[in-house]
């Protein structure tokens, strides 16, 4: 059974919201919350799988809110608003889905089931999404080679193409670490499928060849994961 967290500042919208997903015997409310500060304290007893959040909200807004989370929440969600000029960021933080107030219940079932119907696959494709202009570039997971620390920013190498994020590096590897990616160095992240070989250097230490040729030095601090990481079961 799934667990959903409510989070809006309105009660008549936590209580719409509530009574939609009631009908659904695979769901289970596990809170409702009006502040973002009440989401934080609730989310840790409560672990929801699905959480339908506002996106405005005093003192701390959804994307706010997510921000102070952290990278990859170890929840789906659903942004509820009456502001269409959120989508976007809506999903390139991450939403399965963007809900515009006021909603019909059959728009409200179609999300739901949506939504249900990607927490159910266990292949789906991991991806970002990155906004260059005034398009979105969409980097699946697998497409990268590797992810390189740029300032307050990271850049992901995929196809002879360099695509900048807002993330820092530290939050990526949180990200990428259950999808087959490894942290080499405090500046830079590995696709291990990209690896082709391990080059020794001069001074004994290790260099990473990546399928391209692209050469990239193994700090002490993670040579014992990646080489853990690449042997064999």
């Not at 260059?132 to 997971?141: D, E, H, R």
């Amino acid at each position: 059974m799934l667990r959903a967290l409510i989070i809006d500042d309105e009660p008549l919208a936590r209580s719409n919201v509530a009574h939609l997903l009631a009908r659904d015997p695979a769901l289970t409310i596990v809170g409702q919350c009006g502040s973002a500060e009440e989401a934080l304290a609730a989310l840790p007893g409560t672990r929801p799988d699905l959480v339908f959040l506002d996106v405005e909200m005093p003192e701390c807004d959804g994307f706010e809110l997510l921000d102070r989370i952290g990278a990859a929440p170890p929840f789906a969600i659903v942004f509820v608003t009456a502001h269409h000029q959120f989508a976007l960021r809506a999903f390139e933080v991450g939403a399965l889905d963007y809900l515009l107030k006021p909603f019909d219940d059959q728009r409200f079932a179609r999300v739901l089931e949506r939504v249900k119907e990607r927490l159910r696959a266990p292949g789906e494709t991991r991806r970002f999404l990155i906004r260059n202009g005034s398009a979105l570039a969409i980097v699946k997971f697998a497409d990268i080679d590797w992810v390189e620390a740029s300032d307050y920013y990271s850049s992901l190498h995929a196809a002879g193409r360099s695509h900048l994020l807002r993330r820092s590096l530290a939050e990526l590897d949180a990200e990428l670490a259950p999808h087959g990616f490894q942290r080499i160095h405090r500046s830079a992240i590995v696709n291990l499928e990209r690896i082709r070989t391990l080059a020794m250097r001069e001074d004994g230490e290790y260099d990473i060849v990546l399928h391209d040729g692209q050469r990239l030095r193994i700090s002490r601090r993670y040579r014992k994961a990646i080489m853990t990481r690449l042997s064999p079961a």
